[in-house]
């Protein structure tokens, strides 16, 4: 069965700041592992996506993530955060076994001090 | 990529009433879920919409309590049976492929 775990429910950076948001996932497969965002009373926009080719892979809004198969990882960087980051970002993985239907985590939301 | 919309945005609702959400993509898709995120939570899958057949529901959820149509490859709708306060969530359709799945904008549910 797939599984997602984000570290930390509430992150805090000031504005220029790295930006690290932790995710661990267990699949019995390969999986395609997905971050979504989701701003204030909004729905979710995917920001980037793995599907077994690079194992670094770049997203919109300046965030990139990287696939650690050994680690069972796919963190989600920024190198400097915009007040615009304050948000809500979920960690999700899928499966092919699984129907193809997305596991979210817990969520990370986002605090950007000026 | 596809454009979901969802109808109502929002809604208040009385106990014991129902509640009928619409979901259209822009472009046909394979597949299409029903997603619930109560406050201050994540999000869990209710249920698989499948087209031209009864959807496939996760642990926890039943068809009476949420009955999901799927007419085409375009369109589906979940409706929120029997409402309680409980049911007070956001309500989430997304649509797509394996590699990549897209969401509508929501529908924010309060049950009084």
């Known amino acids: 069965a797939q599984s997602v775990t984000q570290l930390g429910s509430h992150v805090s950076v000031s504005e220029g700041a790295l930006v690290l948001l932790r995710c661990n996932y267990s699949?019995?497969?390969?999986?395609?592992l997905f971050w979504y965002v989701q701003y204030p009373n909004q729905g979710l926009q995917l920001l980037l996506k793995?599907?077994?080719?690079?194992?670094l892979v770049k997203g919109i809004n300046g965030f990139e993530a990287e696939f650690k198969k050994s680690e069972t990882s796919f963190h989600l960087t920024k190198p400097s955060a915009h007040m615009s980051d304050a948000a809500e970002y979920f960690c999700?993985?899928?499966?092919?076994?699984?129907?193809?239907?997305?596991?979210f985590g817990g969520g990370t939301r986002v605090l950007v001090k000026p | 990529s596809a454009v979901i919309s969802q109808k109502p945005s929002r809604d208040i609702c009385q106990r014991g009433t129902s509640l009928t959400i619409q979901c259209q993509v822009d472009s046909q898709v394979t597949m299409m879920f029903w997603y619930r995120q109560q406050p201050g939570q994540s999000l869990t899958l209710i249920a698989t919409a499948n087209q031209g057949s009864e959807a496939t529901y996760e642990s926890g959820f039943v068809i009476d309590k949420f009955p999901i149509s799927r007419p085409n490859l375009t369109f589906s709708t979940l409706t929120v049976s029997n409402m309680s306060p409980e049911d007070s969530s956001i309500y989430l359709c997304?649509?797509?492929?394996?590699?990549?799945?897209?969401f509508g904008p929501g529908t924010r549910l309060t049950v009084l």
């Open positions: 793995y599907t077994s080719a690079a194992t």
């Open positions: 997304s649509a797509g492929a394996r590699n990549e799945q897209f």
């Open positions: 699949s019995s497969v390969p999986p395609y």
């Open positions: 999700a993985v899928s499966e092919a076994a699984a129907g193809n239907k997305l596991t």
